[in-house]
């Protein structure tokens, strides 16, 4: 009785081993049965012969194994075939024709696994995310400029979002609203062309006219005429000046200037083009872009998310306002200033100020010098009046102007807005100081709403 189990057991455990390792199994002539395989029919033999002998065993004639279909003679006489549909039984699945070891001698052995924990496999793939990264960071440089384009759309969007917000709260569908702040825009741009460009062509055309003249009265001035008595300083800058124009790379390097100063302003209108088509595609798609964005954010903490972004733009749209409000008031001012004390160009410095006057902290300061600096040239009592007017309303504009228009906007501290606008200047140019106090803003925000409350909690 033991001996017949031990070896029931051994049979056992060879066919577990045959199975795992089926590519191991070796045949020998044609149409023998390997080893492995005749074991597992022998196995297959004895358990039927043991569950056949046992008391109360529903054994059906033909198969020898109990509680299965009766096998039957197919009709092609192949073989015996089993009564399927009327025992209940789902047949076993058909292996396809040459499958089974034909398999291994088509396609071959199934090899091992790569090993992860090698130094060929570990190397080649930091080597490998080490080119993507380089690419990448190379790929972000070539798109420095469309990168600034397309925060500079975004941040106009921003600011003019309030507005268009303002007009369809009466009433007035979106696309209407965005078409008419659109247009509101290009006519302000148009008008500052009007005010400025004049002024500048014609200043410039009398520059050119009376540059001889000037030459003249300053090669009549005493003490140039002492230096070139003493050290022959205008025969010297006559010939270096006959030598540069007769040389030709310098004639290449002048007209090679020109032309670079073409192409950049030609290349200055077009991005201006494409941010103001930009700013008006992202102002009338601007709710489609919000809630696709929010639809990402899990269920669960999408109203907060909301709610965040929410302000967050409110802030960045209602201080890119109000520093336009503060600078268009300084620059009114400063017209009005210049127009009576009788400084030249005050429609040109106006405008000057008033661009000058939206780079935060020193914004105001850069405009009062270049108003005082034309001033002291046409006039040093034009120029005195100039620094007292800006030095009084340096301060109405600190407690009075600021505080009135910006009391909605960001509160942002005094450190932190200085920090903030180097950083963004650093990084970005005026372009980064711009847009530097209302990042800042977002970011308190983020900290006072989400990391404070966050930490109170543990």
Do not use: C
Not at 5 to 23: D, G, I, K, M, T
Not at 278 to 293: C, E, G, I, N, W
Not at 339 to 365: C, D, N, R
């Amino acid at each position: 009785m033991f001996e017949r189990w031990a070896e029931f057991r051994r049979r056992q455990r060879a066919v577990l081993v045959a199975s795992n390792h089926p590519h191991q199994r070796t045949e020998g002539a044609a149409g023998t049965p390997s080893s492995a395989e005749a074991e597992q029919t022998q196995l297959a033999d004895s358990t039927a012969a043991a569950a056949a002998t046992a008391p109360g065993s529903t054994t059906r004639p033909g198969l020898g194994r109990p509680d299965r279909p009766d096998r039957s003679e197919g009709a092609d006489g192949s073989g015996p075939a089993l009564d399927w549909a009327s025992s209940g039984h789902t047949p076993p699945a058909q292996d396809a024709p040459g499958a089974g070891a034909d398999d291994g001698a088509r396609f071959g052995r199934a090899g091992k696994p790569w090993n992860r924990q090698s130094p060929f496999y570990i190397g080649f793939l930091g080597a490998f995310g080490a080119l993507i990264a380089i690419g990448l960071w190379h790929a972000l440089g070539r798109l420095t400029t469309t990168i600034t384009i397309l925060v500079i759309a975004l941040f106009l969007t921003l600011a003019l979002n309030p507005i268009v917000e303002w007009f369809t709260r009466r009433g007035m569908r979106r696309g209407f609203a965005v078409l008419s702040v659109f247009i509101a825009l290009i006519g302000v741009f148009i008008l500052l062309g009007f005010v400025v460009v004049p002024p500048v062509v014609t200043q410039a055309s009398d520059l050119t006219q009376a540059a001889p003249s000037y030459l003249q009265q300053i090669l009549d001035a005493d003490w140039v005429k002492d230096l070139d008595k003493n050290y022959h300083v205008i025969e010297k800058l006559q010939s270096e000046f006959t030598k540069k124009v007769q040389d030709p790379a310098f004639l290449s390097q002048v007209f090679g200037g020109v032309l670079g100063a073409g192409r950049a302003v030609a290349t200055g209108v077009f991005e201006m083009f494409t941010v103001l088509i930009l700013t008006l595609y992202f102002l009338a798609s601007l709710p489609r872009f919000k809630q696709a964005a929010y639809q990402m954010v899990p269920a669960t903490r999408r109203p907060r998310f909301i709610s965040l972004s929410e302000e967050i733009m409110r802030r960045v749209g209602s201080y890119a306002i109000g520093q336009v409000a503060v600078a268009t008031v300084n620059a009114v001012a400063s017209w009005v200033m210049m127009t009576i004390v009788g400084i030249p160009y005050a429609a040109v410095l106006a405008v000057a100020v008033g661009f000058l006057g939206l780079i935060p902290m020193v914004g105001a300061t850069l405009g009062a010098a270049v108003v005082s600096a034309v001033a002291f040239f046409d006039e040093p009592r034009e120029a005195i009046i100039a620094i007292s007017y800006y030095l009084v309303y340096q301060q109405l504009e600190n407690y009075v102007v600021a505080p009135r228009i910006m009391q909605r906007t960001v509160s942002v501290p005094g450190a932190m807005t200085v920090v903030a606008a180097l950083a963004g200047g650093t990084l970005l140019g005026i372009l980064g100081a711009l847009l530097a106090i209302p990042v800042a803003a977002g970011l308190l925000l983020l900290y006072e709403e989400v990391l404070v409350p966050r930490q109170r909690q543990h």
